[in-house]
């Protein structure tokens, strides 16, 4: 039951800080969810690193980060991470031994120094100190889970796959050996047809104590102490996961997905990996040639570090490619992924089904190709592959070759004899119609996280 004031009737406008986890993937939702916040009658401040308020100044100039005080305001904590300016990606481990260790007393003089009198704090999944310091100052606290359900319940099984001595892994060669293709059919909130290697990747690790794998499952398990956990997704697409969620965690908010949707002529291969994925330069062969080989005209965002060791990673391409590709090739480093998705043109969607990807490839209608790098990206990948879940998209296979490339796409463009595009491409509109229809519901629950937590002032 709502009752709470709504923030218009308070006089006073309510105070929510925002605090993402420092990297795009979480970045990107946590931003949304701010703006949502602050159409809705809040004041935000948004909390970035040090490293990542740096970016946001250099592109969009001190002006427009400073924004309007006491409105919607950015501001900045240290990451502990050695100071640098240059545009590189952070490794997540670096991250998330930083975030964990060093931000919490910064964290906590920041909601301490505030202007404004905070109302609530809304902090991404992986940074859960926000729990204890909104407790501190004696206000709600929810925690944003910015990846998929499945993605939160493939980490919370990392418990019991610990309890039965499955991980941490006995031994290196259980990653090559077949080990990793072990049924894992028992696990809570799951589907039936997960094998070991579509858990989140942190679970690859001989070491007890692996800071990824370590961390990620102390920031699954700390979800049950916030005020309730939001997550960027729905229940049509995730309604096991979500259950599962629900069955440990008191209070789950589903509230994507978040962003809107439309398209239609389906010509163009749309490939970009995401902002954190690094492959070898072979790899980068094996797509190249695999895309000029599809015979299908394509946009590519290579970044530039997207090579391992690599700082200019386009002039990694075979020279020949530009070549063989004139004319229905485009090169970038960066773009609007969403526009370039709802774009009509967009015919599949080669991506590392990072969950954000993976979500706005779906409300797009984009059926996808997946080549899954890490974190729960594999069990994005299967569950986005499953026909018996979203059956929206196909493998490309760990070890990526030019062939399959090639053929993956043709067939995924609804080429050659097989209906499995045009069946991909049906799913697809399917979800796409679904998360419009999401994004209603998911707004009122956001409204009822509003009323029943954030304004509950406990
Ligand atoms: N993104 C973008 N342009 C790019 C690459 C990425 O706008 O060239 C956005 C993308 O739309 C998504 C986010 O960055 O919202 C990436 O998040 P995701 O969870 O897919 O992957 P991650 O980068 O965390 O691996």
Request: proline content about 6%.
């Amino acid at each position: 039951m709502n009752t709470a004031a709504p923030p218009a009737a308070t006089g006073k406008k309510p105070h929510a800080v925002c605090l993402p986890f420092p990297a795009q993937g979480h970045i990107t939702p946590m931003l949304k969810l701010a703006k949502i916040l602050h159409g809705r009658g809040f004041d935000v401040t948004f909390v970035n690193t040090e490293y990542n308020h740096r970016r946001l100044v250099r592109s969009r100039g001190a002006a427009a980060v400073a924004g309007v005080p006491g409105s919607f305001r950015f501001a900045a904590i240290p990451d502990g991470l050695p100071a640098s300016d240059a545009d590189a990606t952070q490794d997540p481990a670096s991250i998330s031994h930083a975030t964990k260790h060093h931000c919490p007393p910064h964290f906590r003089r920041l909601l301490a120094a505030a202007a404004a009198p905070v109302a609530c704090v809304v902090a991404d999944g992986l940074m859960s100190f926000a729990v204890d310091a909104a407790a501190e100052i004696g206000v709600p606290c929810a925690l944003f889970w910015t990846a998929s359900a499945c993605g939160y319940m493939g980490y919370r099984n990392f418990r019991p796959l610990i309890d039965r001595g499955i991980i941490p892994l006995k031994e290196e060669e259980q990653l090559t050996n077949g080990f990793m293709d072990m049924e894992v059919d028992w696990a809570p909130g799951m589907s039936k047809h997960m094998r070991l290697k579509d858990f989140p990747s942190f679970l690859r690790t001989t070491d007890p104590d692996d800071v990824l794998m370590t961390f990620q499952l102390g920031e699954v398990e700390r979800a049950e102490s916030a005020s309730a956990v939001i997550v960027n997704s729905f229940d049509e697409l995730e309604r096991a996961a979500l259950d599962g969620m629900r069955a440990i965690i008191p209070a789950v908010y589903t509230i994507g997905p978040l962003g809107p949707g439309e398209a239609p002529a389906r010509s163009v291969v749309y490939v970009n990996f995401g902002s954190v994925t690094v492959m070898s330069g072979e790899e980068l062969a094996e797509f190249a040639w695999g895309l000029a080989g599809s015979g299908h005209d394509f946009l590519w965002v290579v970044r530039p570090d997207v090579v391992r060791g690599d700082t200019a990673s386009a002039s990694a391409l075979p020279p020949e490619f530009a070549e063989a590709t004139r004319g229905r090739g485009l090169l970038a480093s960066w773009c609007d992924q969403e526009a370039v998705l709802r774009h009509g043109a967009v015919g599949v969607f080669l991506t590392h089904s990072g969950w954000n990807s993976t979500v706005e490839s779906l409300c797009a209608g984009v059926p996808m190709l997946c080549w899954p790098f890490f974190a729960e990206q594999q069990t994005n990948c299967r569950y986005a592959c499953a026909e018996d879940e979203w059956g929206v998209a196909m493998e490309v296979g760990d070890d990526v070759r030019r062939d399959a490339v090639a053929a993956r796409i043709r067939e995924a463009m609804g080429g050659g004899e097989g209906t499995k595009g045009r069946e991909m491409r049906k799913r697809a509109e399917e979800w796409k119609e679904a998360a419009a229809r999401a994004t209603a519901v998911s707004l009122g629950n956001l409204d009822s996280l509003i009323g029943d937590v954030l304004l509950s002032g406990k």
